[in-house]
């Protein structure tokens, strides 16, 4: 079983920056994916950003070029940086495990998750 646990959530003003961390633990796999996940009230959860275990990323369109996505290997951590917060990235932030050792394939769809985060709350104000 694999354990994940976010942190790093809060509230902030449009324009901010914060740094999510998503710490994995138990029997992690050697190789995996990670990917970040969000969920507002009344909507969907929808895909943000995901790393796979060689480093290469991919991002909803929403975040493109504001957020990033990064991992420690050697900590099993992995990272969101998030620039020029908006209101409407309010939400319940998740981060989500997929063992996996290929590279070439983004995994952008929840149910390809294998592993998930109690998820934390990141509150923009405009």
């Known amino acids: 079983q694999v354990q994940l646990v976010e942190s790093g959530g809060g509230l902030v003003q449009a324009g901010d920056s914060l740094r999510l961390s998503c710490a994995a633990s138990g029997r992690t796999p050697s190789r995996y994916a990670m990917g970040w996940f969000r969920q507002a009230p009344g909507k969907e959860r929808e895909f943000v950003g995901t790393i796979n275990w060689s480093g290469g990323s991919a991002y909803a369109a929403s975040v493109y070029g504001r957020f990033t996505v990064s991992r420690d290997n050697i900590n099993n951590t992995v990272y969101l940086q998030m620039n020029s917060l908006k209101p409407e990235d309010t939400a319940v932030y998740y981060c989500?495990?997929?063992?996996?050792?290929?590279?070439?394939?983004?995994?952008?769809?929840?149910?390809?998750?294998?592993?998930w985060g109690q998820g934390t709350q990141v509150s923009v104000s405009s």
């Open positions: 989500a495990l997929k063992g996996t050792t290929d590279a070439n394939y983004w995994y952008q769809r929840a149910h390809e998750y294998d592993y």
